[in-house]
């Protein structure tokens, strides 16, 4: 209705109106931010699940709870279609470089020659090709079961690592299982790796990679006196070859057949973590809605207040407007647009903000935030789905301004 | 929009109460019966809270009798429900109030064009009418100024030009000249009477002021909201 709305009130409640769009924009950018910011964590790890370079896990519960882990391997290469096996065993250890303080790291025990071909795109650049680890089959120094071949005591360590602890390829590293250097045993560093980002934070920064049967002899892990576990793996990751990595129906056969050799231990499919990953992504967002929705409703509440004020302040020019026979639903409709106008920049603000958000948790937080907000995805559904919420919850908020306009008498508001 | 017809309006037996049935209740006007020709200048005085401004309220469809009927030309509009009171009083009044109640945020020429536009009067229309009146009040070249930017005089002048804005034929003054200097209030004098008698309009003015019900045809004078006394000059 002419100027009576947003520009010439602009005039007159700037002060108002700016805070009620700073109270929307604020409400607005929670939700931006949790769920572009959560979505993209999701999508990323989705997407680390979707290009790995295997296929299948077999997992089970407990600590290192795969025994016989290297017999098992075997069984699960002779399966049709089977690529590689690779059990993998992660202990967190103590390595000592020279006389200096230990370093806490995670160690990988791994089969050389089965490990690189579960490596993903993203993972095989990381890596030597092929790892200088010595021995691949890991079977020399296994020799059945009874740890009695000869082992190369090779390591790779990660670059971070190598990077804080001055170790270069050549040099050689103690690892030990507690803080006691004389319990520790030396290692020759033959190679370093690349960390992948994770969202798990720098946990896997500080890790070295060495042959299995070395690790699981240097934790206790290997023969399995009295209640370890023999041959112990933590899981067995499994690629396959030609059609089976396309084809769901014999990937499914696959895992059947892995199943049937190891029924007490648990078979997952890439797809099926997938799918759970995006059903406990679902849920998180449910969350952040739910965290979100208190947010919009302090937001649209104090913008119901600033309406509201703006109805009590203009009164009388309500009572004029009327009196000169303007119906009720210009008045109602002004009030409407209004709070139409002023959810709508809050949002557009909020939106904005919200970005600008992500982007100062990109510059200036934490490693692990950084590359959270690097992973952020701004879906546009679903930031016009939040703009559009937030219009449709103002209406609501203009309904209460626009019902105390047109409880009014004029009579009384010309007095 | 063509110029309204100025009707005959008739008040039978109207009453007014303020908060009625409750033990606080004011009786505003008392069984009023009272009938103004169109074209008439009618003015109403009287002590205050005698009921004047609830009368100009009754005749103007801004509020609503408690009892008895208000006709326009022989129609029931009293009753009516607000929807049609609002556009009545849209079309055929013309509201002048003693503080003026121009819109603040709104300039001279927007306050002026606000009935006009709500009648939906075309665009170029409406703009060249309310330049027209602007002018006819003596306002050239105030168009963009704001209230705040003019006398009180000046003030009132647009407000009598917003009032005629939808050629209204009835005009109902409240006290007009009530917050202005004498020669401003001869000026708002002058104005009326010659839309009036330019228009073939009605105008009924409230007043204390005996020079403004000097210049009426017909004087009626209130009392504890009835009608005490209702002259006509010859």
Known sequence: MMRLGFGAQLRHHRLQQVLAVVAVATAVSLPVVLISVGGGVSQHELASLQNAGYQIVVSAAGVHGIANAHALTDRILAIPSVAAASPVLSVPMDAFVGSGAPTAVLAEGIIPGQFTPTLGPAENGLFPNPLPLGDPTDRVHFANGTYTGPATWDVLISSPLAQADGVSVGARVALGPSTNQSQAVAFNVTGTFGVPPTALGPTGAFAIVLPLSDLQVLTGFAAGPGAAVADAADSIEVAVSGSATSNPTELDQIQSEVQALVPYYGVSSLDQEAQQLQSASAVLTGFYLALSSVALTVGLLFLALVLVRRVEVGRRSIGIRRALGLPRRAIAAEIVGDGLVLAFLGSVLGVVGGYFVVEALGAWGSSVVQDAARWTIFDPTTLVAIVAGVLALSLLASAVATRAALRIEITEALR | ?234
């Open chain 2, 1 to 234: 929009m063509n110029p309204v017809a100025a009707p005959t309006i008739e008040l039978t037996g109207v009453t007014r109460t303020y908060r009625a049935g409750q033990p606080e209740e004011v009786p505003a006007l008392r069984g009023v019966d009272l009938t103004i020709a169109g074209g008439e200048f009618v003015s109403v005085e009287g002590p205050s809270g005698c009921g004047k401004t609830t009368l100009l309220n009754l005749l103007g469809l801004l509020d609503a009798a408690t009892r008895g009927e208000i006709r326009w030309d022989g129609r029931p509009v009293g009753s009516r429900p607000e929807r049609e009171r609002a556009r009545l009083r849209l079309e055929g009044v013309g509201f002048i109030f003693q503080r003026f109640y121009l819109l603040p945020t709104l300039t001279a020429q927007e306050n002026v064009e606000l009935p006009m536009r709500a009648a939906r009067v075309p665009r170029a229309e409406r703009t060249r009418r309310a330049s027209e009146l602007l002018r006819e009040v003596g306002l050239a070249g105030k168009e963009r100024s704001f209230p705040h930017q003019l006398s009180g005089g000046e003030e009132q002048r647009v407000a009598v030009a917003r009032a005629l804005g939808n050629r209204p034929g009835l005009l109902l003054a409240d006290e007009p000249t009530g917050e202005l200097d004498s020669g401003n209030a001869t000026a708002i004098l002058d104005l009326l009477e010659r839309v009036r008698s330019d228009r073939s309009a009605t105008l009924v003015v409230v007043t204390h002021n005996p020079e403004v019900a000097g210049r009426a045809r017909r004087h009626l004078t209130m009392r504890d909201g009835r009608i005490a006394s209702d002259l006509r000059e010859a």
